[in-house]
T-cell receptor, first 112, second 111 residues
């Protein structure tokens, strides 16, 4: 059982480049979300989804786009990377709206 | 705005000691509270989930309590082991999928 899978694990971008962080889960979870983790700030919610076709903004959505075309996948797009987006990104999913969250291993992004 | 604080930021104990990690939050209107463990360079592993109607949850050597009225939760680890060394994160459910995290307590258990 793979759980929540994130790719890539590491990525270096130049300012202004775009890229997509992939997230897939095989647990048939309706609820998925993206967080970023920065030193001294804890994890902060970027975007979340309550089901296929439904997404909403979290605490720090600027500069990021999401879509949810299938239950399994929830990609996070960086439209024009900035150094402030250097962070570790985590995807999470849960079966219930207020249920236990399962996290991926994270994607470490550096923007030069 | 919900704020979550974890004290202490770091803790070092000898193996076998019982210990308590603290988590406080400013808004008692929460859906749930979840404790996670994070190893260096790794993702988060869920330890215990306490729904807002519950007072505590137990799993093995771990016990988590929740007191919404005082805005506090504690994670009790019994008979600590070196393998328990990690960062422990507390997160409060502020809405559907909306967790607000503390900055964690870094625990080191020495043999």
């Amino acid at each position: 059982n793979a759980g929540v899978t994130q790719t890539p694990k590491f990525q270096v971008l130049k300012t202004g480049q775009s890229m997509t962080l992939q997230c897939a889960q095989d647990m048939n979870h309706e609820y998925m979300s993206w967080y970023r983790q920065d030193p001294g700030m804890g994890l902060r919610l970027i975007h979340y989804s309550v089901g296929a076709g439904i997404t909403d903004q979290g605490e720090v959505p600027n500069g990021y786009n999401v879509s949810r075309s299938t239950t399994e996948d929830f990609p996070l797009r960086l439209l024009s990377a900035a150094p402030s987006q250097t962070s570790v990104y985590f995807c999470a999913s849960s079966y219930f709206a207020t249920g236990e969250l399962f996290f991926g291993e994270g994607s470490r992004l550096t923007v030069l | 705005k919900q704020e979550v604080t974890q004290i202490p930021a770091a803790l070092s104990v000898p193996e076998g000691e019982n210990l308590v990690l603290n988590c406080s939050f400013t808004d008692s209107a929460i859906y749930n509270l979840q404790w996670f463990r994070q190893d260096p360079g790794k993702g988060l592993t869920s330890l215990l989930l306490i729904q807002s109607s519950q007072r505590e949850q137990t799993s093995g050597r771990l016990n988590a309590s929740l007191d919404k009225s005082s805005g506090r939760s504690t994670l009790y680890i019994a008979a600590s082991q070196p393998g328990d060394s990690a960062t422990y994160l507390c997160a409060v459910g502020a809405g559907f999928q909306k967790l607000v995290f503390g900055t964690g307590t870094r625990l080191l258990v020495s043999p």
